[in-house]
């Protein structure tokens, strides 16, 4: 059942920065089928252009940019234009990321910085960027995150890293822009299913059953399952909420909720 009028954000203005594939690309869509007029940007030309002429193939209005979300003034020069076709910009998604799976003993110092980068930095640019083009008050400005933003994880400390900082660059933004009316918030995904992220993370059907036997739901989330909770945050229902990560993650953050792990906590007599 979906709680949410059909039209939900009907005349909204989006921008979704990493919105070529996955889990952003999946937000805009769900976003524009509420009737949002979405802007999606990517550091890949072709890739946006596909992502954006399936948008508009479904028969939404939707425009694509290609922008490295590292560098500011690309970012800042596709808010203006986004600005320019649609009017002020509502809703505001920050996606882009990078990850890898290496021992910190042996990541390469731009291996890490590429990730913060990414990851920290380009949020900054994609938040920063948007303020002086927010429809203010009313503006809702939402974060990709991570678990690793707040449990710690082997052969992830640059993930890690980079999304406590988003973590808390959403909060202080909360407290600084909470005035003008503007709330910012953020989503930490748990594992989805066929995402890039996953892909690389989880290779193998082997290594899948054995992540999916330590969440307390068993199994990955769906793309769908982020764009729900990006549509709550970004809609009226969620009109008192700021400052908060929002973890949808099917237990993840809880720990190991395998059979296995709770053995280990049985006394014996």
């Not at 990541?107 to 900054?124: A, C, E, H, R």
């Not at 927010?134 to 992830?156: E, H, V």
């Not at 307390?216 to 009226?236: C, N, P, W």
Request: glycine residues 8%.
């Amino acid at each position: 059942m979906d709680l949410f009028r059909e039209k939900a954000l009907a005349d909204k203005v989006v921008f979704i920065a990493g919105a070529s594939s996955g889990i952003n690309l999946g937000i805009a869509r769900h976003f524009a089928a509420h009737g949002a007029r979405v802007s999606i940007v990517s550091r890949s030309a072709d890739k946006i252009a596909s992502a954006a002429a399936s948008l508009v193939a479904d028969g939404f209005e939707a425009i694509g940019m290609a922008a490295d979300v590292r560098d500011f003034s690309a970012v800042e020069a596709a808010l203006k234009q986004t600005h320019a076709q649609f009017g002020p910009i509502d809703i505001v998604i920050s996606g882009a990321a990078g990850n890898f799976i290496a021992p910190a003993a042996q990541m390469s110092s731009n291996g890490f910085k590429t990730v913060v980068d990414i990851d920290l930095i380009g949020t900054f640019n994609v938040l920063r960027g948007a303020y002086p083009y927010l429809n203010k008050p009313g503006a809702s400005l939402i974060s990709i995150t991570a678990p690793q933003g707040t449990n710690p994880m082997m052969y992830q400390a640059h993930v890690c890293a980079a999304k406590a900082g988003i973590n808390m660059l959403t909060k202080c933004l909360a407290m600084e822009w909470g005035a003008e009316g503007i709330r910012v918030n953020a989503i930490s995904p748990g594992p989805i299913a066929d995402t890039e992220g996953m892909r690389r993370l989880s290779p193998t059907s082997e290594s899948d059953a054995a992540l999916k036997s330590r969440l307390a739901l068993r199994d990955y989330g769906t793309t769908k399952d982020i764009a729900d909770t990006a549509l709550f945050l970004a809609s009226d229902n969620a009109r008192y909420i700021t400052g908060t990560v929002v973890e949808c993650d099917g237990g993840c953050k809880l720990g190991d909720a395998s059979p296995m792990a709770a053995d280990e906590y049985v006394i014996r007599a």
